[in-house]
């Protein structure tokens, strides 16, 4: 058989008319709606590392016999740069899809990607048992299938693969729920990316069950149904190698009697978007990035020894919280809070940073609001905000003015400067003329 049938058939696109185009790096080939005629179009992709198909409905090459491959199709393959493989916009039916799933046994393809696909009717994965295959990246986004309960022997039959595999994503695809048994199939999964879907608080505790993800380091839930901050912390208990979480975008609550400790591994902590108006707690005791942007946050007030990283943009703070409290703080942004002013001795400490910026606050620039601000900009790099979106919001003689051009008087803003060196000097006189 042609090989380049044989890839069409194995990847599922002879289907209605269409062609395949090379983007401008001419690494990535793109193929809409092939058909029989137009298959030479197809020759042009085998150079690129990645190709992506879009459009079509496989059901009509359900019946087609597919043989085993000769010894000349497998080096060819074999020979192939393509990495990844992209799949949208089509009506896959899953018995085909099992049937040449293990073609890519011969192929160096590493990510395969699903986005906005129906998988239809239920495949027979028997022939993949024992089937290893390289590909070590899957991802499925707004895709339509049957329920994944009950179909254990389907995902035993591809265990061998499984438990090579390091990142899985499944977003935005109305998942409510991950058998316990499926998750203990995933030995080597590095990632697994949940985001945008119908997970609630009771669903977590059995996906994340005794044996389920043990090598598990990156874990991201963003914007699913999760409520309980208490519910969550217990159901990470068993992933011992988490260092990464996700749970932006959900609609967490405290719960004032928890005493849940999260992984001692877990390094990076996103919460923002979740309706906070207090920082929840217990936080995670190794912490070092935490990200509580894009709440109702009115004051940050927790200590963290080992935190580097700290997000608070977009709250409702009207000061900056003292990073006394994180001695190894290289890192804290500030933008669009309720900021009037940075003080004299907080400004002294923000200067140790690397990374400060606190544009997009209602600055009062009568005295340190512009004063502290000029201060800072004088000592960290306040990046691209800086000086335009720094701005006086009052007195109304500054309204509208960039901090930068307002002039601070040193005897108004910090009037110790001046006179405790005067008053010295006066006692001093005092004591030559006496």
């Not at 090459?61 to 497998?74: C, G, H, M, W």
């Amino acid at each position: 058989m042609n090989v380049a049938v044989l890839l069409l058939l194995g990847l599922g696109l002879l289907e209605a008319e269409g062609r395949c185009f090379f983007s401008r790096t001419q690494e990535h080939c793109v193929c809409y709606n092939l058909s029989q005629e137009r298959l030479g179009s197809i020759i042009q992709c085998l150079a690129a590392t990645v190709v992506e198909f879009r459009g079509g409905e496989l059901e009509r090459y359900v019946a087609f016999p597919i043989s085993d491959l000769d010894p000349s199709t497998i080096e060819m393959l074999g020979s192939l740069v393509i990495r990844k493989i992209i799949f949208g916009d089509l009506l896959v039916p899953e018995i085909l899809l099992a049937r040449v799933l293990r073609f890519f046994s011969y192929t160096q393809v590493q990510e395969l990607v699903f986005e906005s696909c129906i998988f239809k009717g239920r495949g027979n994965w028997a022939e993949m048992a024992s089937q290893d295959l390289p590909i070590l990246s899957l991802h499925f986004h707004n895709v339509t299938s049957a329920p994944l309960t009950g179909r254990e022997q389907d995902f035993s039959s591809l265990s061998s693969w499984l438990e090579t595999l390091q990142e899985l994503a499944v977003t935005g695809s109305h998942v409510t729920s991950l058998p316990c048994s499926i998750g203990r199939l995933f030995r080597a999964l590095r990632s697994l990316d949940m985001a945008q879907n119908s997970l609630g608080d009771e669903s977590l505790m059995p996906i994340f069950c005794e044996g389920a993800f043990p090598q598990l380091q990156v874990l991201s839930l963003q914007r699913n149904n999760l409520t309980s901050y208490h519910s969550v912390c217990e159901s990470m208990q068993l992933l011992r190698e988490l260092q990464h979480l996700d749970l932006s975008q959900n609609k967490l609550m405290a719960d004032p009697s928890s005493s849940c400790q999260w992984p001692v591994a877990l390094r990076i902590f996103n919460l923002s978007n979740n309706g906070l108006d207090e920082v929840l707690t217990p936080l995670p005791p190794s912490l070092e990035v935490l990200d509580v942007s894009c709440n109702h946050l009115y004051v940050v007030d927790i200590s963290l020894s080992s935190l580097k990283k700290l997000f608070l943009s977009q709250n409702m703070l009207q000061a900056a919280p003292s990073i006394r409290n994180y001695p190894m703080l290289d890192t804290l942004h500030l933008d669009n809070n309720s900021i009037t002013e940075l003080s004299w001795d907080e400004v002294k400490l923000l200067g140790h940073l690397q990374d400060v910026t606190a544009a997009g606050n209602p600055y009062n620039c009568s005295c340190s609001g512009a004063g502290g601000v000029q201060a800072l900009a004088g000592l960290v790099h306040l990046g691209q905000g800086w000086p335009q979106d720094y701005k006086c919001h009052s007195p109304p003689r500054c309204q509208g003015r960039l901090v930068k051009d307002v002039l601070v008087s040193v005897l108004q803003c910090n009037s110790a400067a001046v006179i405790v060196p005067v008053c010295i000097a006066l006692i001093l006189l005092g004591v030559a003329g006496a």
